[in-house]
Nanobody, 120 residues
Framework: QVHVVESGGGLVQPGGSLRLSCAVSGFTLDYVAIGWFRQAPGKGREGVSCISSSDGSTFYSDSVKGRFTISRDNAKTTAYLQMNSLKPEDTAVYYC?????????????WGQGTQVTVSS
């Protein structure tokens, strides 16, 4: 059975940084893409970033491009989201999900989410 567990969220001041982790168990990451999403209070779920399985191509939403970096360590079956220059509007619950082999496929397995709060 596949499990996805996010960690690394917390409270940070504007301009600060956090690194989220997405630990996947139950199968190898070699053939799946990994994506990060977020949901702010009162808003819908937003795709933030994705990294493919084949060539490691990365994709970012315009709202985080240049500030966030997605990466993966297949040996550790873990993906990461490095978030720099955080803004109050980045406050949300962040979710990790596995896809098929590419970021164009549908997300299939979701984690429970980790809260990120950006506030002074």
């Amino acid at each position: 059975q596949v499990h996805v567990v996010e960690s690394g969220g917390g409270l940070v001041q504007p301009g600060g940084s956090l690194r989220l982790s997405c630990a996947v168990s139950g199968f190898t990451l070699d053939y799946v893409a990994i994506g990060w999403f977020r949901q702010a209070p009162g808003k819908g779920r937003e795709g933030v970033s994705c990294i493919s399985s084949s060539d490691g191509s990365t994709f970012y939403s315009d709202s985080v491009k240049g500030r966030f970096t997605i990466s993966r360590d297949n040996a550790k079956t873990t993906a990461y989201l490095q978030m720099n220059s955080l803004k109050p509007e980045d406050t949300a619950v962040y979710y990790c999900a596995t896809y098929g082999s590419t970021c164009n496929s549908l997300p299939s397995t979701w984690g429970q989410g980790t809260q990120v709060t950006v506030s002074s």
